[in-house]
C-alpha cells in the first residue's frame, strides 16, 4: 500500500483549473502582441464577430472547440479578447494597488487589534478525499459528507478519483477527518487529508517589529487577507517568518510576484520581505503503517531487526559513531554557518545605517547647493533687474534733459517773439498817437476864420513858397497831402497790425 503523498494527484494542480480567480502572471499578458491581437479581431469580423458584431460561436474562447481554424489552440482563436481582458484586468489592478500602497504609506503606529472570530468557508477549510471508487457520485458524497457539518464547495475528478470539499469551520474539518478517514465507500477506503491552502504565502526576513496586525494591513494591499500570522519561538520570540492567507489565489500569485520583481518593506527597516508559496507540512497524522509498501522486498529487509542498543566496540557501534559524527559536523557547520549569516546581517545593517546617514547627508547637500544655485540665480536676477532699472532711470533722465532743453528754447523763442510784438505793438501806438496829432491839426486848420482870411492866406502862402524857394527849400504841400502820403506809407509797413486794431 502506497502513500498518498505518492499516488496521489497534486491538489494544488488539480484544483488549479476550478480557481476562477486565476493568477495574474500569465503568459498571455506578459507576452502581449498588439499586431497578434488586431490580426485576430480582423478575422473575427470576418467571421461576423469583434466589437461590430458579437458572434458565440467565434468570440467566445472557453466555447466548444472545433470552431477555429486547425492547428490553433483555444489562446490563439479567442487571443484578441482573452489577452486584451487579462491587459485591462492587470492595468485596473495595478492602479488599485498603488493607490491602497498610497493609502498605508504613513506611520504604522498603535494598529487596531484583529478580528479573532473565525470565517465561514475560508482556504483552510478544505480536505482532500482520495482512494474513491469510479462509481461514486456527487450525490454518494454529499450524504456521507452532510452528516459532518455545512459544507459549501464540492469538486469531483471521476478520473483520477479525488474530491475536494470545503465546509464552513476548520471544527467540522476535523470532525469529518476524524470520521471519515478509512471509511468504507463502496469497497474502498476513504483517505482524508487536509488539502494545502493554494491561496496562502510564506513571508520571511520580518524584524522584530512587525506584529500580526502589521502583517494583515502590509498584505491586504494585495487582496482579502482571511488570516495573518507571525510564527513565534517556544519563548514567544518572533523567528522572522510568518503566514498570510489569502481568499483567493490569484492575490496570492500577485504578491509573490510584485515582492520577488520589488522591494516591498514593512517598516522604516530597509529589509525587504521575501515571499514564497507556503508548503503545507501535515503535522497531525503523520505516517501510518498502513501506508508502508509492504509487498516491497526492502520492507522485510529493513524490518527484519528491531529496536536494540549496540554492544561497546562492536560493528553497528563503530558505524553508529561514524554517523552520529556525520551529523554532529552537519550540526556544526550549519551553526558556523547561522553565525556568519547573522554576522553578515548585522554587518549589512551596520552598513546600511551608514548608508542612510551617507545618502541623508548627500541629500542635504545637494538640497544646499540647489539653494545656492537659486540663490546665485536670484542674485543674477536682482543685478539684471537693477541694470535694468539704471539705464530706464538714465533714459528718464535724458528724455526729461531733453523735455526741459526743447521747453527752455521754446520759452526763448516765445520771449523774442513777445518782445518783438512789443516792439511793434510800441512803434504801432506811437504812429496810432501821430496820427491822432496829425487829426487834431487838421482839425485846427479847417476852423471858419481860416475860410475868412482865405485870400490873406494864400498870398502869404504865396509869399511864403517864394520864399523858401528862394532859401532852397521844397516846397511844403499842404497838410491834407502829406498826411494821406504819411497813411499810405503806414499801411504800406504796418498792413497786419490795422488789420488786428
Same mark, same amino acid.
Given at each position: 500500500m502506497?502513500?498518498?503523498?505518492?499516488?496521489?494527484p497534486n491538489?494544488?494542480q488539480?484544483?488549479?483549473h476550478?480557481?476562477?480567480?486565476?493568477?495574474?502572471?500569465n503568459?498571455?499578458?506578459?507576452?502581449?502582441?498588439?499586431?497578434?491581437?488586431?490580426q485576430?479581431?480582423?478575422?473575427?469580423k470576418?467571421?461576423g464577430g469583434?466589437?461590430?458584431g458579437?458572434?458565440?460561436?467565434f468570440n @467566445?474562447?472557453?466555447?466548444?472547440?472545433?470552431?477555429?481554424?486547425?492547428?490553433?489552440?483555444?489562446?490563439?482563436?479567442?487571443?484578441? %479578447?482573452?489577452?486584451?481582458?487579462?491587459?485591462?484586468?492587470d492595468s485596473?489592478?495595478q492602479?488599485?494597488?498603488?493607490?491602497?500602497l498610497?493609502q498605508?504609506a504613513?506611520?504604522?503606529?498603535?494598529?487596531?487589534?484583529?478580528?479573532?472570530?473565525?470565517?465561514?468557508?475560508s482556504?483552510?477549510n478544505?480536505?482532500?478525499?482520495? @482512494?474513491?471508487s469510479?462509481d461514486v457520485?456527487?450525490?454518494?458524497l454529499?450524504?456521507?459528507?452532510?452528516?459532518?457539518?455545512?459544507?459549501?464547495e464540492l469538486?469531483?475528478?471521476?478520473?483520477k478519483?479525488?474530491s475536494?470539499?470545503?465546509?464552513?469551520?476548520y471544527?467540522?474539518?476535523?470532525?469529518?477527518k476524524r470520521e471519515?478517514d478509512?471509511?468504507?465507500l463502496?469497497g474502498?477506503?476513504?483517505?482524508?487529508r487536509f488539502?494545502?491552502?493554494?491561496?496562502?504565502?510564506?513571508?520571511?526576513n520580518?524584524?522584530?517589529?512587525?506584529s500580526?496586525e502589521?502583517?494583515?494591513?502590509?498584505?491586504?494591499?494585495?487582496?482579502?487577507?482571511?488570516?495573518a500570522l507571525?510564527?513565534v519561538?517556544e519563548?514567544?520570540?518572533?523567528t522572522?517568518?510568518?503566514?498570510?492567507?489569502?481568499a483567493?489565489?490569484?492575490c496570492?500569485?500577485?504578491?509573490?510576484?510584485?515582492c520577488?520583481?520589488?522591494?516591498f *518593506?514593512?517598516?522604516?527597516s530597509?529589509?525587504?520581505?521575501?515571499?514564497?508559496?507556503?508548503e503545507?507540512v @501535515?503535522?497531525?497524522?503523520? *505516517?501510518s503503517?498502513k501506508?508502508?509498501p509492504k509487498?516491497?522486498?526492502?520492507?522485510?529487509?529493513?524490518r527484519?531487526?528491531?529496536p536494540r542498543?549496540?554492544?561497546?566496540?562492536s560493528?553497528?557501534?563503530?558505524?553508529?559513531?561514524?554517523?552520529?559524527?556525520m551529523?554532529?559536523l %552537519?550540526a556544526?557547520?550549519q551553526?558556523?554557518?547561522?553565525?556568519?549569516?547573522?554576522?553578515?546581517?548585522?554587518?549589512?545593517?551596520a552598513?546600511?545605517?551608514?548608508?542612510?546617514?551617507? %545618502?541623508?547627508?548627500?541629500?542635504?547637500?545637494e538640497?544646499?547647493r540647489a539653494?545656492?544655485?537659486?540663490?546665485?540665480?536670484?542674485?543674477?536676477?536682482?543685478?539684471?533687474?537693477?541694470r535694468?532699472v539704471?539705464?530706464?532711470?538714465?533714459?528718464n533722465?535724458?528724455?526729461?534733459r531733453?523735455?526741459?532743453e526743447?521747453?527752455?528754447?521754446?520759452m526763448?523763442?516765445?520771449?523774442?517773439e513777445?518782445?518783438?510784438?512789443?516792439?511793434?505793438?510800441?512803434?504801432f501806438?506811437?504812429?496810432?498817437?501821430l496820427?491822432n496829432?496829425?487829426?487834431?491839426?487838421?482839425?485846427?486848420?479847417q476852423?471858419?476864420e481860416?475860410?475868412?482870411?482865405?485870400?490873406?492866406?494864400?498870398?502869404g502862402?504865396?509869399?511864403?513858397?517864394?520864399k523858401n524857394?528862394e532859401?532852397?527849400k521844397m516846397?511844403?504841400?499842404?497838410?491834407t497831402?502829406?498826411?494821406?502820403?504819411?497813411?499810405?506809407?503806414?499801411?504800406?509797413?504796418f498792413?497786419?497790425?490795422r488789420?488786428?486794431?
Amino acid at each position: 500500500m502506497t502513500s498518498p503523498a505518492v499516488n496521489s494527484p497534486n491538489p494544488i494542480q488539480e484544483d488549479h483549473h476550478k480557481d476562477q480567480n486565476a493568477p495574474l502572471d500569465n503568459p498571455d499578458v506578459q507576452n502581449f502582441d498588439p499586431q497578434q491581437r488586431r490580426q485576430n479581431q480582423n478575422r473575427f469580423k470576418r467571421r461576423g464577430g469583434g466589437p461590430g458584431g458579437f458572434n458565440q460561436r467565434f468570440n @467566445n474562447p472557453r466555447g466548444r472547440k472545433g470552431f477555429g481554424r486547425p492547428g490553433l489552440n483555444r489562446n490563439e482563436e479567442g487571443g484578441g %479578447h482573452e489577452q486584451d481582458n487579462d491587459f485591462n484586468k492587470d492595468s485596473r489592478f495595478q492602479d488599485k494597488l498603488y493607490e491602497k500602497l498610497s493609502q498605508i504609506a504613513g506611520p504604522a503606529v498603535d494598529l487596531p487589534p484583529l478580528d479573532t472570530v473565525e470565517k465561514k468557508f475560508s482556504g483552510r477549510n478544505r480536505l482532500y478525499i482520495g @482512494n474513491l471508487s469510479p462509481d461514486v457520485t456527487e450525490n454518494d458524497l454529499k450524504e456521507l459528507l452532510g452528516k459532518c457539518g455545512e459544507y459549501g464547495e464540492l469538486f469531483l475528478n471521476k478520473e483520477k478519483n479525488f474530491s475536494f470539499v470545503k465546509f464552513d469551520f476548520y471544527a467540522s474539518c476535523e470532525r469529518a477527518k476524524r470520521e471519515l478517514d478509512g471509511h468504507m465507500l463502496k469497497g474502498k477506503n476513504l483517505k482524508i487529508r487536509f488539502a494545502p491552502n493554494n491561496a496562502s504565502i510564506k513571508v520571511k526576513n520580518l524584524s522584530g517589529f512587525v506584529s500580526n496586525e502589521l502583517l494583515n494591513y502590509a498584505f491586504q494591499v494585495f487582496g482579502e487577507v482571511e488570516r495573518a500570522l507571525v510564527l513565534v519561538d517556544e519563548r514567544g520570540k518572533p523567528t522572522g517568518e510568518g503566514i498570510v492567507e489569502f481568499a483567493r489565489k490569484g492575490c496570492a500569485m500577485h504578491a509573490i510576484r510584485k515582492c520577488t520583481e520589488r522591494c516591498f *518593506f514593512l517598516t522604516e527597516s530597509l529589509r525587504p520581505v521575501v515571499v514564497e508559496p507556503y508548503e503545507y507540512v @501535515n503535522d497531525t497524522d503523520g *505516517f501510518s503503517e498502513k501506508f508502508l509498501p509492504k509487498r516491497n522486498p526492502d520492507y522485510l529487509k529493513e524490518r527484519s531487526k528491531g529496536p536494540r542498543l549496540a554492544e561497546l566496540n562492536s560493528f553497528e557501534h563503530e558505524y553508529g559513531l561514524r554517523w552520529k559524527q556525520m551529523l554532529d559536523l %552537519h550540526a556544526q557547520k550549519q551553526e558556523a554557518l547561522k553565525k556568519e549569516l547573522q554576522m553578515e546581517m548585522q554587518k549589512l545593517e551596520a552598513q546600511m545605517v551608514y548608508a542612510r546617514y551617507e %545618502h541623508e547627508t548627500e541629500l542635504l547637500r545637494e538640497e544646499l547647493r540647489a539653494r545656492e544655485l537659486d540663490r546665485e540665480r536670484q542674485k543674477q536676477e536682482w543685478e539684471m533687474k537693477e541694470r535694468q532699472v539704471e539705464e530706464q532711470r538714465r533714459r528718464n533722465e535724458e528724455q526729461i534733459r531733453r523735455q526741459e532743453e526743447s521747453l527752455q528754447a521754446r520759452m526763448m523763442h516765445q520771449d523774442e517773439e513777445m518782445r518783438r510784438r512789443q516792439q511793434e505793438n510800441n512803434l504801432f501806438m506811437q504812429a496810432h498817437q501821430l496820427h491822432n496829432i496829425l487829426d487834431e491839426q487838421e482839425q485846427s486848420f479847417q476852423k471858419p476864420e481860416m475860410f475868412d482870411r482865405g485870400m490873406d492866406n494864400r498870398e502869404g502862402f504865396g509869399e511864403q513858397s517864394v520864399k523858401n524857394e528862394e532859401e532852397g527849400k521844397m516846397p511844403q504841400q499842404g497838410n491834407t497831402f502829406r498826411r494821406d502820403r504819411w497813411i499810405t506809407d503806414r499801411r504800406d509797413d504796418f498792413v497786419p497790425k490795422r488789420r488786428r486794431f
